[in-house]
């Protein structure tokens, strides 16, 4: 199946490792080109340097951004209009599940997780839709079922990302049909350095039992099959899809 994103330029955010290089990965085999974008790491540039030596230099280039700071997102926006000149797709993938289990964090770690997870999706929109709307590009955000459904994850978390749903479908009703704006929401994913590989660390006959209880294929998503949702969800074969929320949680969820 051709996507036709072919030379499309896409800019995924929380690119280092996990979901989002294998978002960045999924959209240069399809032959677009991919701006990897964290806050900073070995890890970033050693996954660039990987991608540039089997997708091109002139296709690949990673950044360094704050995705909660304004000033950090002007800069990178800076970086990519002089680089590209234009953008197509944002896919917006920064998160952190590291909480507390009380009903009600206290406010600095509140606001610490409400930041990472909703406000650096929130201002990663503001910065690039003027980009979006005009290239009619494609808005992309990564949130949970978490935020779908109370699993018992943290409170400040599936809330920060229950916002982040609420944020796409009323953007996509304002800006359609100009620019769509879709979200994928995953359930557990494995890969190493995430928290289910520390979790499978401290315990991982419980973890075995959390997921055969719970999830009906028994298993963990991998990032690349995260990947090739969000792929689909930015081609013109998605291209009468907006305001929608992808699940990909191997049937978990039970109440939609």
Known sequence: MDLNIKNKKVLITGASRGIGLAIAEGFLKENARACLVSRGSKELFNNEQKLQETYGKDNVFADICDCTNIHSLEKLKNNIENKWGNL???????????????????????QKTWNNNFESTLQTARTFLPMLKKSKGCLLFVSSIAGMEAFGAPTDYSTAKSAIIALAKNMARKLAPHVRVNVIAPGNVYFEGGSWAEKIQKD???????????????RFATPHEIADSAVFLCSDRASFITGSVLVADGGQMVSY
């Open 88 to 110: 197509d797709i944002v896919v917006a993938n920064i998160g952190d599940g590291k909480s507390v289990s009380d009903a009600l964090p206290d406010n600095e770690l509140w």
């Open 204 to 218: 991982k006959r419980h973890v075995d039992e959390v997921i055969k209880s719970t999830v009906p294929m028994n």
